[in-house]
């Protein structure tokens, strides 16, 4: 067992992007099942004690209401599709230019599992993202992000502390409401906090934002006027390149343009905005956290669950089983093994250290 | 239950022979539609099929209708919903990607004597007296009004004429040269990939009690092989003790640690 400490916020993340792109891959909803209970293992055995390490109960319960408005938006609105019909609810003729558009009609037992299978892949990936926000500091993430992203300082500060700090959030609001005597359960108590909790958010990601930047986050540095354009929209450009690469990557449905195209043209342009700027030398780094043995362990044991899901789509195992005839979902065994090395962190990754004995540290140190 | 009675005039020789009353009176609540399948591009032809169903039948259900009656084998969705195959063709894949574009069976009415791209759901398109409908196979296709019609023109003349003393439709010129035999009570008209409308091949079928009809889905379902279900069962069942057994220890780890 070895000593405990913070693991890299990367490999952390590798590790719940490849899950949440083995979810992306199957409407299985036996995998899809497995994929969550896999997070919560780990996120249950290697969490920290700080206030975000309770978020990925929050995105599970997200995921539900998900679950639950897909199912509902089918029986609504959905597309009315061939089958055991369960009930029908009445029907709206719509005119001739709405073609295409269904309100009411049948619902058919097909219809339901088909959008109960591709709501509980949206909640999986959700569970996915809970697990990484609550394994690591968005902090150390922000730290360990590399140097040319610092251009996008804001917009990427806001994007990777805003999940856990509305879960700081949405608990400190609760907890005023409990003490003025109000209740904190229910829709009602639900409806009144949300705002307050979405703003509180905000506001608390964007003054982190600014105290990094009045700390020399995203600094210019020498760079003249015309080479720090340059620079800023090489690094838009490369972003959203890599934005579209990512979205290829993990769709398999996207033409092959978007895939390694994109995600090339993505890097290209941020390695060039580095040249452009010519300062990515100016920086350096306070204790870097080092990226060692339990490192490669936790962000391997995620890719081999990827490449397990590939592989199974490549034998022709039933990633997507089909609602159209309904089927019993077959069990692919390859998947299942890489996703039972996916919950090898739970014991490889060094536990976090407790706030006792970071404090007691603290006091040695002193 | 529906009686399917072999009383029907033979016409062909390679029809198939069930009574139909496509030309002869209509009982209360029954339509006549005729629904035309071009398969020409998968080596199929052109065919078009009369039938009389119970009104506000649906365009799926009158697909699923016709493949019972010509025997041809059920129509194959897929896991969208969206139709793959008609007759068994094609054999294998749903609306894949092709030259830019997609290889579907197109959906089309017929009504108005010419074709109109059907961007309406057959599942919820309710057919009424005379309704033609047609399906083709399109390669290569944009999912738009621009992708091909079928090769059979929607006309009135597809339906057989009626016998005497029953409310007639309004003809409209055939476009196809072929003559229709009126004595015929329900026909199908095949025409060769090449378009030749020459040679009519008219069928003769006859039904005489008609029901509504019995979901494909299920029978398809239930005619997997139940063996390959239970050892399913047995492995999702596995899976599940696995996430029972995570559950369970994060949940004693949780309380543990509070």
Partial sequence: MTAPRMLHPGAWWLWAVALAACALRTTNPVLLSLIIAVAGWVVVSRRTDVPWSR???SFLRLGLIVVVFRVVFQILFGVRVPGTTLFSIPEVTLPSWAAGVSLGGPVTLESLMAALYQGLRLATVLACFGAATSLCSPYRMLRALPTVLYEAGVAVTVAFTFAPQAIVASRQVREARRLRG???RGLRAWSASALPVLEGALDRAVALAASMDSRGYGRRGGASVSQRRRSVGLVLLGLVALTIGSYGLLDPAAPAAFRLPALAVGVIALVGSLVAGGRSAERTRYRPDPWVKPEWIVSVAGIVAFASFVFADRMGDALNPSTNPLE???????AVLGLLIATLPAWFAPPPPTLAAVSTSMAVAA | M??????????????????SSCSGPLSGGEIRVVVVVDSSDLGGGASATCLVVPAGTTGSQLLARRSAELGT?????GSSGLLCAIDGLPAAGCGDHNAGGFDYWGYFIGRSGSWVFGNINPFTRRLSDGDIEGWRYVRGGTGSAQDPAPRIVPS????PSLRPGEPAFVEQPAAASGTVPSLSSSMTIDVSPEQTFDSLDVASIATTTLEP????????ASSRTSDSNLGRWFAIAAVFVLIAMMTGGAWIQTRRSQ
Wanted: proline content about 4%.
């Fill in chain 2, 213 to 220: 009809i019995a979901v494909e889905g299920v029978a398809l």
């Fill in chain 1, 328 to 334: 019993v979902p077959a069990v692919p065994v390859v």
């Fill in chain 2, 156 to 159: 009135q003349s597809l339906f």
């Fill in chain 2, 2 to 19: 529906g009686v399917i009675a072999l009383a029907g005039l033979i016409v062909t020789t390679s029809g198939r022979a069930e009574a």
């Fill in chain 2, 73 to 77: 084998g059920s129509v194959r969705y």
């Fill in chain 1, 182 to 184: 109000r209740s904190d």
């Fill in chain 1, 55 to 57: 978020s990925f109960a």
